[in-house]
């Protein structure tokens, strides 16, 4: 293995990855380098119980943007989208609702709750898909700078403003999606609190917030811009989430991407003001013409840098960046799936739920919320429990299964008790609200393991466990994200680039920060092969 390249990623998470196979496409001889013995950073298959493989971190595919799956011939080379049935949401007892890409399928849903509700939902599905519409143009941009004092940040300025001049009136609607809390944004359009409910469930996946808390509206929107195929976008990957990166370094390999685990980055080495390469804990050194960092930016501003290279402004504002996580999983080995009392194939139209909501009510997602706001988790959490198996025999022993459970909220740091001692109240409280919804679950259950968020900080380096890499808020969007004057994927080090979910437009498996940082990179290559 060579000790120069054009250029190196810190990190195989997918962006990572996206990054370097775009970079080695291009002709640049590149390197990533991923701290575990295993790539993918939260986008991992592994075994964790005998027999039985899990999606252990990041678990349906929803969000991997079409444009990266066709430049890099994904398909080509392993990835393989199952779909997952429609949403299955129950209420309690025998009641349920179901949420699908069939406006006619949902209007008769809604109608068993509200008449105006069924009436007004095309509008509201129109109104959203324009919002998010808008929201997919920008997700290629890179942010601008508006208060930059040169001429060069003026004309980048003017040109987004001249590229968007006939949004018109939908500046506002995005506005209304970007301060309101999703209670108060859905009930502008619908009467049911279960009506309400189904969609408001996004708004506390994966953010420190109740539905009622100011913002959550836009993560609505961010969880439901999915673009391929499947049941609301979202579907299972053939194999588990590991199959994503796997397919994008083997696309990357025909190009010469070099790929090497078990290399921890210790230090990304910088001279006279430019990113020269990086030194790893065991000592060994690479170097390079740019550097770009797939980890999260207070890892990469905080310890991947010395504080000299960096303004004082910009430390400050990463320590500000909030990323304090509640999210929690689940991976359950299980002999069978939960049989959900409410669940009838003859009305449902499908076999059996493999997508599923528990979050009956907005007061019953408040109420989680409230617990976490006190520091402690929640007593009742929501919980999506989804079952890869059903499509996907390639996880577990035949005619057994893993389920996987995402839920909320459980602190990164809990209020007089430790996550040694809470852990198992917590798995306790979990199964119980599945019990209720699927009686006998618990008793065919093989082995579990669970993870809160100083696993997923440990195990993958997440923020705080927060599987955005910080929260998806007006203030830590677009050319604030990060931080301000650094949210066009560079740094105040040259030749040092950030192609993490910490950069624009976020969190999820979408490889667009991968995809953005890999296009600036090349715009300055000449600049940067120059030294």
Request: hydrophobic share 40%.
């Amino acid at each position: 293995m060579a000790s120069h390249y054009d250029a190196i990623v810190v990190g195989s998470g997918h962006n990572g990855l996206v990054c370097g196979a775009y970079l080695a496409k291009a002709g640049l001889k590149t390197l990533v380098l991923e701290r575990r013995g295993i790539i993918g950073g939260a986008a991992v298959t592994e075994e964790f119980a005998p027999g039985f493989r899990a999606s252990r971190f990041s678990y349906v595919m929803s969000l991997l943007h079409p444009r990266v799956i066709a430049d890099l011939e994904l398909r080509s080379f392993g990835l393989e989208v199952l779909p997952a049935n429609d949403l299955f949401c129950p209420l309690g007892g025998d009641d349920y609702i179901v949420f699908s890409d069939d406006p006619a399928k949902i209007q008769q849903e809604f109608a068993r709750f509200s008449r105006h509700d069924a009436e007004i939902y095309p509008e509201f599905a129109r109104e959203l898909a324009r919002s998010a519409n808008l929201i997919r143009q920008l997700l290629f941009e890179t942010p601008v700078d508006p208060l930059k004092r040169d001429w060069k940040g003026f004309r980048e300025t003017a040109k987004l403003l001249w590229r968007y001049r006939k949004v018109g009136d939908r500046a506002y609607r995005l506005i209304d999606l970007l301060s309101q809390s999703a209670y108060d944004y859905l009930s502008v359009w619908f009467e049911s609190d279960t009506v309400k409910s189904v969609l408001a469930y996004y708004a506390s996946v994966g953010t420190f917030a109740g539905p009622r808390s100011p913002g959550t509206a836009y993560v609505i929107l961010h969880h439901l811009m999915g673009e391929h195929e499947g049941a609301g976008g979202w579907g299972f990957v053939k194999g588990g989430m590991g199959a994503i990166p796997a397919s994008i370094a083997r696309s990357g390999a025909r190009f010469g991407l070099e790929v090497l685990t078990d290399a921890a980055v210790a230090e990304i080495t910088v001279s006279d003001g430019r990113a020269t390469g990086v030194r790893t804990v065991d000592g060994r050194e690479f170097t390079a013409s740019c550097v770009a960092s797939n980890a999260d930016a207070k890892t990469l501003f905080r310890r991947l840098l010395a504080p000299r290279h960096l303004p004082a402004e910009l430390l400050a504002d990463i320590d500000a960046f909030r990323t304090f996580s509640t999210a929690f999983k689940l991976n359950i080995a299980a002999e069978a799936p939960p049989m959900y009392r409410a669940f009838d194939p003859a009305k449902t139209g499908f076999a059996y739920p493999s997508f599923v909501h528990v979050g009956p009510g907005i007061d019953y997602l408040e109420r989680a919320y409230d617990d976490a706001k006190y520091g402690s988790f929640s007593a009742r959490p929501f919980l999506t429990p989804v079952v890869p198996t059903i499509v996907d025999d390639t996880l577990a022993p035949a005619g057994q299964h893993v389920v996987n459970v995402f839920g909320g909220h459980a602190p990164y740091t809990l209020k007089g008790t430790t996550w040694d001692e809470a852990r198992p109240r917590l798995v306790k409280a979990a199964l119980d609200v599945i019990e209720e919804m699927a009686p006998g679950f618990g008793a065919g259950i093989i082995a579990i393991e669970s993870l809160v968020p100083p696993d997923l900080e440990s195990i993958v380096g997440l923020p705080q466990g927060h599987i955005f890499h910080g929260e998806l808020s007006a203030d830590q969007l677009f050319w604030q994200r990060p931080t301000p004057h650094y949210a066009d994927y560079r740094t105040p080090v040259a030749g040092l680039y950030q192609c993490g979910s910490s950069s624009h437009p976020g969190g999820g498996v979408s490889g667009i920060p991968g995809h953005n940082a890999a296009r600036e990179i090349l715009k300055d290559w000449k600049k940067l092969k120059r030294g």
